[in-house]
T-cell receptor, first 114, second 112 residues
Framework: DQQVKQNSPSLSVQEGRISILNCDYTNSMFDYFLWYKKYPAEGPTFLIS?????DKNEDGRFTVFLNKSAKHLSLHIVPSQPGDSAVYFC?????????????FGSGTRLQVQP | NAGVTQTPKFQVLKTGQSMTLQCAQDMNHEYMSWYRQDPGMGLRLIHYSVGAGITDQGEVPNGYNVSRSTTEDFPLRLLSAAPSQTSVYFC???????????FGQGTRLTVV
């Protein structure tokens, strides 16, 4: 049973518009959430994270929102750029793993059209 | 700065062969881990280590062995390769104080 779910395998948006990527989780022990970006033939690279004590974290064009009651988080990219085209993975960690293990979603492929 | 280095980048094995995927990091990170990525399933944790001499199993450990004799290196051994182990393998490292893991570029393994 997947503990972290990304239900949209793909998303296409126009350059300059907002991209919203969604992620749901089932394990209430998760208290730290991360987004990774992955280009083909490369490893995932860390993008942004959020602790469960916050409901929003912003870094430039990227903002992550966390709704703990709904066990839902989202990544907003504004404005979207063609270079943002990649696969985005949501990941979560729990304190009982000592932060040494991440549980990943299946990824959403974002395509930003020029 | 190298970060996390994985070798080889590509490998084809015959069923039953054994091999070792190499992983090295130069960031003095305490934690290292191995993930596999399969289509539609994201990354799944195989084994991890919290320091030299200490390893533990992740979500999908069967068919794999690891050891951690130094802080820098964390090799992954396939004992007897099976077609089900065809995947892309990623090594990652992180420090004790942060959950953000740094990943290598991956090893694409095909078992025929």
């Amino acid at each position: 049973d997947q503990q972290v779910k990304q239900n949209s395998p793909s998303l296409s948006v126009q350059e300059g518009r907002i991209s919203i990527l969604n992620c749901d989780y089932t394990n209430s022990m998760f208290d730290y959430f991360l987004w990774y970006k992955k280009y083909p033939a490369e490893g995932p690279t860390f993008l942004i994270s959020i602790s469960s004590i916050k409901d929003k974290n912003e870094d430039g064009r990227f903002t992550v929102f966390l709704n703990k009651s709904a066990k839902h988080l989202s990544l907003h990219i504004v404005p979207s750029q063609p270079g943002d085209s990649a696969v985005y993975f949501c990941a979560a960690s729990a304190p009982y793993t000592g932060r040494r293990a991440l549980t990943f979603g299946s990824g959403t492929r974002l395509q930003v059209q020029p | 700065n190298a970060g996390v280095t994985q070798t080889p980048k590509f490998q084809v094995l015959k069923t039953g062969q054994s091999m070792t995927l190499q992983c090295a990091q130069d960031m003095n990170h305490e934690y290292m881990s191995w993930y596999r990525q399969d289509p539609g399933m994201g990354l799944r944790l195989i084994h991890y280590s919290v320091g030299a001499g200490i390893t533990d199993q992740g979500e999908v450990p069967n068919g794999y062995n690891v050891s951690r004799s130094t802080t820098e290196d964390f090799p992954l051994r396939l004992l007897s390769a099976a077609p089900s182990q065809t995947s892309v393998y990623f090594c990652a490292s992180s420090s004790r104080s942060q959950a953000e893991a740094f990943f290598g570029q991956g090893t694409r393994l095909t078992v025929v």
